[in-house]
């Protein structure tokens, strides 16, 4: 069984007077189900009590691949980035406290690994490391509707917004624009990018106060770490795959 998770700990929000006093108080492991039988179903954990199970939300019906999920603390929402069996990108948002879904919408041309602004108001949406258009959506939160595209390069997935900002994001694309890690400044959308890696780009992660990336690079026997302040990748030592 396949799993996509997020950790999501819930503390003090402006949902807070609406939450169980579990769910208000404690640290809860969401996992999106995966599983042929169970697909797109989230199953919730206590984290404090050994990760038992305290519930599985059923969703909805006809999720084929999850892509990405991203929550606020702030607004008690959680969203899911899914295709559906008929191959159309779309994202949910859940109401965490209510386990109720306030909207389900189809997001052109694709979804992948999205993620939200600190305040919960949107998300930006990646339009999928397999399709071709050159932009990511910025979706508002509240409705799914998409209020903004930001251009760089094709290919879009894995996106990331720590709450020390800027918004992060990476692309397969194979014109050389794949070897980039994007900065989208959340107030003006100006993309700047940090690089050449030695690769296109995977799976990375940002410290807490934007100083340092760390990425997964193909072709590559470990990873590239770069100084997010001067640019400049500063792995010692690289390893080719042979």
């Given at each position: 069984m396949a799993l996509l998770f997020i950790l999501y700990c819930l503390l003090a929000s402006t949902a807070e007077a609406a939450a169980p006093p579990l769910e208000r108080n404690g640290a809860l492991l969401y996992a999106v189900d995966e599983a042929a039988n169970i697909r797109g179903s989230i199953s919730v954990y206590d984290i404090a009590a050994e990760h038992r199970l305290i519930k599985t939300i059923r969703t909805l019906p006809r999720v084929s691949d999850v892509r990405g999920v991203a929550a606020s603390a702030v607004t008690g929402k959680l969203y899911v980035a899914y295709d559906d069996v008929s191959g159309i990108g779309m994202v949910y948002c859940l109401n965490i406290y209510?386990?109720?879904?306030?909207?389900?919408?189809?997001?052109?041309?694709?979804v992948d690994r999205l993620a939200i602004n600190p305040d919960g108001k949107l998300l930006y949406v990646p339009t999928g490391e397999g399709g071709s258009a050159d932009y990511i959506n910025v979706v508002d939160a509240a409705t799914g509707e998409a209020v903004r595209k930001v251009y760089f390069s094709n290919r879009s997935h894995d996106t990331l917004y720590p709450i020390s900002g800027p918004i992060f994001q990476e692309t397969k694309a194979n014109d050389g624009s794949g070897k980039y890690l994007y900065l989208v400044?959340?107030?003006?959308?100006?993309?700047?990018?940090?690089?050449?890696?030695?690769?296109?780009l995977g799976p990375y992660a940002v410290d807490s106060a934007t100083n340092y990336v760390v990425n997964n690079v193909t072709n590559l026997w470990g990873m590239q770490v770069a100084n997010l302040k001067t640019g400049q990748i500063i792995t010692a030592v690289r390893h080719q795959r042979l």
């Open positions: 209510t386990d109720t879904i306030l909207w389900n919408r189809p997001i052109s041309p694709g400044d959340p107030k003006s959308y100006a993309v700047s990018r940090v690089g050449p890696f030695s690769g296109i």
